[in-house]
T-cell receptor, first 115, second 114 residues
Framework: GAVVSQHPSWVICKSGTSVKIECRSL??????MFWYRQFPKQSLMLMAT?????????EQGVEKDKFLINHASLTLSTLTVTSAHPEDSSFYIC???????????FGAGTRLSVL | QQQVKQSPQSLIVQKGGIPIINCAYE??????FPWYQQFPGKGPALLIA?????SEKKEGRFTISFNKSAKQFSLHIMDSQPGDSATYFC?????????????FGTGTQLKVEL
């Protein structure tokens, strides 16, 4: 199998606080993980590519100081939304790439609501 | 060059019908074309994928047709069931290299009615 676990599934926080989202590959090692953002009834927007042991690569327009990504091990990547504001409210989804091909396996997503 | 255009935006079929979802890509460097199924509040799940060396691939009730010259590919769902009601995304990207990034289509909301 190829299971990706994402935690938490739902988080509510106050404006100005930081929130950390974890993405774990449970039964395989993932040198590359991806973080996406999805607005209601819209497609997945790639935010950044996370590579184990190196700095993440951010897509154009994504603030790297606001969305901190750490990929400290072959099975764990974290996304920290710093100083969250209501406009950061969204559905955040991670995926992990298995093997050398391009197959990505997705986590169940995290719904972030910033009050 | 990076867009993947998906149609229709939404689709309603009767149980047993064969919904067809179409995608078109622009980047000729793309050689990996997966389809994902997403239920509300869940992450996308890989359904089936095709590479350009074949024109068709079947897995259970799901079939991908691929037209390399037209840069188009489509998903057919045979004998559709109410449980197939979900949002379907096509995607395209390089098999290797290019950061292994996938470009996603805009999604198709499928509803299968009894």
């Amino acid at each position: 199998g190829a299971v990706v676990s994402q935690h938490p599934s739902w988080v509510i926080c106050k404006s100005g606080t930081s929130v950390k989202i974890e993405c774990r590959s449970l039964d395989f090692q993932a040198t590359t993980m991806f973080w996406y953002r999805q607005f209601p009834k819209q497609s997945l927007m790639l935010m950044a590519t996370s590579n184990e042991g190196s700095k993440a690569t951010y897509e154009q327009g994504v603030e790297k100081d606001k969305f901190l990504i750490n990929h400290a091990s072959l099975t764990l990547s974290t996304l920290t939304v710093t100083s969250a504001h209501p406009e950061d409210s969204s559905f955040y989804i991670c995926s992990a790439r298995k093997d050398l091909g391009n197959i990505q396996y997705f986590g169940a997503g995290t719904r972030l609501s910033v009050l | 060059q990076q867009q993947v255009k998906q149609s229709p935006q939404s689709l309603i079929v009767q149980k047993g019908g064969i919904p067809i979802i179409n995608c078109a890509y622009e980047n000729t460097a793309f050689d990996y074309f997966p389809w994902y199924q997403q239920f509300p509040g869940k992450g996308p799940a890989l359904l089936i994928a095709i590479r350009p060396d074949v024109s068709e691939k079947k897995e259970g009730r799901f079939t991908i047709s691929f037209n390399k010259s037209a840069k188009q590919f489509s998903l057919h769902i045979m004998d559709s069931q109410p449980g197939d009601s979900a949002t379907y995304f096509c995607a395209a990207g390089p098999e290797t290299g290019g950061g292994n990034k996938l470009t996603f289509g805009t999604g198709t909301q499928l509803k299968v009615e009894l």
